[in-house]
């Protein structure tokens, strides 16, 4: 039988967040061992001091934002003689959702609102497709402004970004939108227009172009050159993307501590310690590690300034994940106990619950990897009653049941999940659904939901756009398939 860790793995990688800020590498289960015993409610568990509370409303935009019409936003912008600021997110991304609690909500943003029409985009939502399939996305949330003459991207910001980069991404994209307009580009080879190219490029999918244009930008630039962390950190990011990890690993040794910003430098170092991932050797692996793993101490022992707590926490998180890949688990489960105090004041002092459900991915997490899943169901059990049309809780709450291979609570309450989302989440939880069906031995079960997963997939495919997905859902699928004729002999 697989370990536990295995098993929660499996499923929890169908649930993990996209990119680094949220990412599809991320291990949800943490590597946590068996948690068994009953549900300990939310007073008794010790790290349930939030309390259940009334619907109150969520904080308001400081700006007006057009909401899932990307076409009416692009409209209004032509109109107003204005940029327009995409935000892609999606409900399950906890930093979207920290970014909409924290950084969209103050009041510092406001002037930009003369300039910009604002525009998010949930990217799991049918209506969005277009613009998902025009725009590329590896990580959630991205944010992107555009000309609304031609549709060019002229500013591209993937992951978290505190106010004051919001507003400084802001500023410098509308002044390549200012001189894009005047006829005063960037001139050809200049470290501005690489940068520009490689925005496009990562923006249109084509990472291997992408991490050309930006090794170029940061050669060319001087080394106090404004836009070199951004530079930096797409660099890295698509050789990530490419599945350069060499390169990606040499690029991230030499250049760690050149990095500024916000978020940028957890980013970077977490680029760094998923590529030495991907190296064969182990030694090589280890040094690559260990370098990531100091920046990342230092980080977590002096965040930066304007870091929010989920910039913090998932400083906090990467360090743990490295450590613990390293085999220094004491220190790894120390990381996630700190990060974990974290989120829990930030949710007693939320205001209502949507805004504390914007650390409950962080929380049930840590919990798994502290070994107290118990508290992460009590969590997320919680979170349900508060929230009962968000499919985010009960998806949640069916990685932990997993974790602890509790199957028909894990089913019940993917169940839920399904009945509420849509898209390609909702595709996701199918997989979720399938497999623990198959550790259920309900295998009958398993292959409809496979091949209804797959003919999901099958009509996302758009040229090469969705198809990797198409691919390894079939491929499930024909497993499943032998399997089950293989047991019937």
């Known amino acids: 039988m697989q370990s536990t860790r295995r098993l929660a793995v499996t499923c929890a990688a169908a649930l993990a967040c996209h990119g680094v800020a949220c990412n599809g590498n991320s291990d949800t289960s943490g590597g946590a061992p068996a948690v068994t015993g009953p549900t300990q409610t939310p007073e008794a568990s010790a790290g349930a001091a939030e309390v259940e509370r009334p619907r109150e409303p969520p904080p308001t935009p400081s700006v007006p934002i057009v909401r899932d019409d990307y076409a009416a936003a692009l409209t209004q912008a032509k109109e107003q003689g204005k940029a327009l600021l995409v935000d892609g997110w999606a409900p399950w991304c906890h930093t979207c959702l920290s970014m909409h609690h924290y950084v969209f909500t103050d009041p510092a943003i406001k002037p930009l609102d003369e300039r910009l029409v604002f525009a998010a985009l949930d990217t799991d939502r049918p209506e969005n497709a277009a613009f998902t399939e025009r725009f590329a996305m590896n990580m959630w949330p991205t944010l992107f402004v555009i000309d ?14 505190s106010t004051a980069e919001l507003v400084e991404f802001a500023e410098r994209s509308l002044a390549t939108f200012d001189a894009s307009r005047s006829g005063q580009a960037a001139a050809e080879g200049s470290p501005e227009a690489l940068l520009l190219a490689a925005r496009a490029a990562q923006a249109r999918g084509d990472a291997r172009e992408a991490a050309t244009r930006y090794g170029e930008a940061v050669k060319a630039a001087a080394p106090d050159w404004p836009q070199r962390g951004a530079a930096l950190l797409g660099w890295i990011q698509t050789l990530k993307a490419a599945r350069a990890s060499q390169t990606c690993v040499e690029i991230g040794t030499e250049y760690i501590d050149q990095v500024d910003g916000t978020a940028r430098p957890v980013d970077f170092a977490r680029y760094l310690a998923l590529c030495a991932d991907n190296l064969s050797g182990v030694d090589e692996k280890k040094r690559a590690r260990a370098v990531a793993i100091e920046r990342l101490r230092a980080l977590t022992s002096a965040p930066p300034a304007g870091a929010s707590v989920d910039d913090r926490a998932d400083a906090l998180d990467a360090l743990a994940r490295a450590l613990e890949r390293q085999g220094d688990r004491a220190s790894a489960r120390a990381a996630d106990e700190q990060r974990l105090a974290l989120m829990e004041e930030a949710a007693r002092a939320a205001t ?21 899943a118990p508290e992460a169901i009590a969590l997320l059990e919680r979170r349900e009653r508060e929230l009962p049309e968000s499919y985010e809780p009960p998806a949640r709450l069916a990685t932990v049941y997993v974790s602890v291979q509790r199957w028909p609570e894990a089913l019940a309450a993917i169940e839920r999940a399904l009945e509420r989302s849509y898209g390609p989440r909702k595709l996701r939880y199918m997989s979720v659904k399938a497999d623990i069906q198959g550790r259920m031995n309900d295998h009958e079960g398993q292959l409809a939901t496979l091949r209804e997963e797959v003919a999901g997939r099958r009509a996302l495919v758009r040229g090469d756009a969705n198809r990797a997905a198409f691919e390894e859902a079939r491929a499930r699928l024909q497993k499943a398939e032998m399997t089950l004729r293989s047991r019937k002999g």
Do not use: F
């Open 148 to 161: 609304p003459a031609d549709e060019r991207v002229v500013g591209y910001w993937p992951g978290a970004a």
């Open 352 to 372: 209502a619950p949507e805004v504390a459900a914007t650390h409950d991915y962080g929380r049930a997490n840590a919990y798994v990897a502290l070994g107290r």
